[in-house]
T-cell receptor, first 110, second 115 residues
Framework: QKEVEQDPGPLSVPEGAIVSLNCTYS??????FMWYRQYSRKGPELLMY????GNKEDGRFTAQVDKSSKYISLFIRDSQPSDSATYLC??????????FGTGTQLKVEL | DVKVTQSSRYLVKRTGEKVFLECVQD?????MFWYRQDPGLGLRLIYF???????EKGDIPEGYSVSREKKERFSLILESASTNQTSMYLC??????????????FGSGTRLTVV
């Protein structure tokens, strides 16, 4: 079993929809949770991070962590075509070594 | 902004060749990482380094080695390239000043094809 599971998609939604992206994990040592966005032919870029259970909001993006269920989510409100990318969750326990999910490919259509 | 530069965007090499992938970062970051990214497998850590001349194996180090002679430069070496090393290679760096919440900064990647 992988430490981090993420549905690869692809996920296709109409412009303006609310998008929900999810990851589950098995390692209780994970304390920090991040979401990266990767556009085609580019490296991943950090989108949001959190280290506690609950919600964290940044503009149209909300990161949610439920440590008791070992489940994290990223919500995108009012999705735009420019949000079309692959979204990777990442987690950190001790040290500086991140463990990534496989990524979910999202396409927002006009 | 932190910049991580990978020397080549696309490379085509022959089986058995020794291949060097170079990565340079300009923000004095202590930590540097090499990943490969494959469809359905995500990012897999090959090697990482916390300091000059220091290296640690990641999850899939076989067939690879690394070199970090200077703080800003981290090189990935494929000793004898094979077709199963065809992949996207991503370099990343992170600093200790913001701790783990600073996240990694990635380069744009090198797409290596071994024929």
């Amino acid at each position: 079993q992988k430490e981090v599971e993420q549905d690869p998609g692809p996920l296709s939604v109409p412009e303006g929809a609310i998008v929900s992206l999810n990851c589950t994990y098995s390692n209780s040592a994970f304390q920090y949770f991040m979401w990266y966005r990767q556009y085609s032919r580019k490296g991943p870029e950090l989108l949001m991070y959190t280290y506690s259970s609950g919600n964290k909001e940044d503009g149209r993006f909300t990161a949610q962590v439920d440590k008791s269920s070992k489940y994290i989510s990223l919500f995108i409100r009012d999705s735009q075509p420019s949000d079309s990318a692959t979204y990777l969750c990442a987690m950190l326990g001790g040290g500086n070594k991140l463990t990534f999910g496989t990524g979910t490919q999202l396409k927002v259509e006009l | 902004d932190v910049k991580v530069t990978q020397s080549s965007r696309y490379l085509v090499k022959r089986t058995g060749e020794k291949v060097f992938l170079e990565c340079v970062q300009d923000m004095d970051h202590e930590n540097m990482f090499w990943y490969r990214q494959d469809p359905g497998l995500g990012l897999r850590l090959i090697y990482f380094s916390y300091d000059v001349k220091m290296k640690e194996k990641g999850d899939i180090p076989e067939g690879y080695s690394v070199s970090r002679e200077k703080k800003e430069r981290f090189s990935l070496i494929l000793e004898s390239a094979s077709t199963n090393q065809t992949s996207m290679y991503l370099c990343a760096s992170s600093g200790t000043d913001r701790g783990p919440l600073g996240g990694y900064t990635f380069g744009s990647g090198t797409r290596l094809t071994v024929v």
